[in-house]
């Protein structure tokens, strides 16, 4: 360590380790009631959380919800990218949930096959 | 692999822990592990978040959830409903005492929300013992910026410029304090951590040293630069174990990363530091005397000058601080003068951290702007007064401060206001006092204390202090004489003026200010024989109520028989045999008997 630059390179990297603790960046948000437990939101967490470690994502936080009501279409997982709307994805799968973080999380291109709602965000 | 998505801070404070914060931690290892969760949830202790009245704390992220009084048992169901499910566990939120609302996050706590977190801004966010979480919110920044873009001279003018006072009492400019000792010519110089902290009521610089020492660390680094300082030490009580052991981690890990040591920053400066354990004598808090005691002598002060700044520590130039006030520093470097200079009052800079005791609903740390007023620290953050009761006094800067009482509490709290109120701001203890509290029996205790801790070796303090507590003693036991109040005050002031060090000089501030505000209660204790607060048990009158049955188990308790009365009738209490003990109030099954 020499330099004031070398500091802020070694800051850049240890940031990522906490960056739980800042409400920040893109938000995944999986169904985690019974409904979406049943329907498999676990295994659907495992994968995308996976996905995130392989791919090396940065800035993305995952967090879990209760039931909305649409227990039909579960497993539901949302997608939540700053200033955008939030994507709401029905009946995902392992495959349709690699496919999202892949598609939307990192490129922004919403999965429209499955998408089933959109809020606006203000 | 898997990715982190949530991390669970528990308080690992020595308030948390003494309420079981250790087996909180323990228990959520274990059922983060029965369900599996291990890899995605990580588990961090972290240093004290202040809001220690309801400990142990437990922070879940990435949702800011904030849970109190975590018990063992309770983990299981946060564990299963929140970190598995999502669901928060409502009954655990804190609530606000006025409203009776549920807040879920941390910064929408009103403890809070009028608190301004500099010195602080770690404690509780990050793992005190992980240097690497330090250094990613900014760590080691400000040490790197002076070594290798500041001349020492440029440091000293920053702090100067921020207008820094010391946090431990005086509050002497820290930059004038730097250029004294920067401007002794000598081939070797110390700087010196006072971690002494002894005030009553008074734990933040437990909290930073525990929560973020890091941050003390940097601070020592860029003043020993600053001066020409090669080695430090951090003074110490041997009382606070897990600060001892948070520091020798810290010193470890700064070392190993280059943040200590030899041609740090490539920059050719150098720096070692120790930690030097005091057995916890108050004076060693003064500068003198605990450089006597690092140099292995008795504690006690010597006269000054000279000052430390030109011959201190075995007689070399030495530069003393204490926690808080290095805990200031690396910000004013990284953020510059004129960013600190934002907060507070024209002559008092920045933050102070207060901690919050007594009769107060929200006991714990908070830090403020200087300048805000006693009203929103005791009432905004600290929740108002325990139980509904009235507000009487409070009692600020320990036993060298004063009372204020509630017609001062809209003063602004600098330094200067507080001097001319009759406190001081000292090391920021506060103890709130409501209508119960006899204000005597409040001017005994710190008196008491000072007396107690009185070094010995000049006469004004050895001699006077014991004399204005015999003197407190006989009024609060009923014996006060005509004229004592007089005596006291021309004690006080003798003391105040020749007395050799600030222990002595200002012991007597306790008595001067409850005499300022309320000398009534001392001439109720004199004159008329009583205590107002009912507080004072030898001017208590016992008095037996409607509520007696008449079942004789006080007059059988009473040792001098002064209760009589026939069975299944009201029972009476002679006054002119009443010793004051108070055996039949604790024998009364029905609570017939109270003091009045």
Sequence with gaps: MKTLDDLKALREKLKEDIRVRKNDGIKIIIGMGTCGIAAGAREIMSTILDEIATRNLQNVQVQQTGCIGMCEQEVLVDVIRPGEDRITYGKVDVNDAKRIVAEHVVNGRIVEDKVIGKIKQD | MQHIRAHVLVCGGTGCKSSGSEKVEAAFRSEIEKMNLQNEIMVVETGCHGFCEHGPLVIVYPEGTFYCSVKEDDVKEIVEEHLFKGRIVDRLLYREPLTQEKVPTYSEIGFYKKQERIVLENCGVINPEAIEEYVALGGYEGLAKAL?????????????????????????????????????????????????EGDPGAFMDRSVLEGDPHKVLEGMAICAYAIGADEGYI????????????????????????????????????LTLHIKEGAGAFVCGEETALMASIEGKRGMPRPRPPFPAVSGLWGKPTNINNVETFANVANIIVKGADWYCGYGTEKSKGTKVFALTGKINNTGLAEVPMGITMKEIIYDIGGGINDGKKFKAVQIGGPSGGCLPEHLLDLPVDYDSLISAGAMMGSGGLVVMDEDTCMVDVAKFFLNFTQSESCGKCTPCREGTKRMLEILTRITEGLGREGDIELLESLAKNIKETALCGLGQTAPNPVLSTLKHFRNEYEAHIMEKRCPA???????????????????????????????GTVKEKHIIDETICIKCGACMTACPFKAIVKA
């Design chain 2, 148 to 196: 290798t873009e500041m001349t020492p001279e440029g440091v000293v003018e920053e702090v100067k410029k921020s207008g820094l006072r010391g946090r431990g009492g005086g509050g002497f400019p820290t930059g004038m304090k730097w250029q004294f000792a920067a401007g002794s010519v000598n081939d070797k110089k110390y700087v010196i951590c006072n971690a002494d």
């Design chain 2, 235 to 270: 003074y110490v009580r041997a009382e606070y174990p897990l600060a001892i052991q948070r520091l020798e981690v810290a010193i470890k890990q700064a070392e190993e990363m280059g943040f200590l040591g030899n041609n740090i920053f490539g920059s050719g400066f150098n």
């Design chain 2, 534 to 564: 009912g507080v004072c048990d030898k001017l208590a009158n016992y008095v037996i109520t409607d509520a007696c049955k008449g079942c004789g188990l006080c007059a059988k308790g009473c040792p001098v028989n002064a209760i009589s």
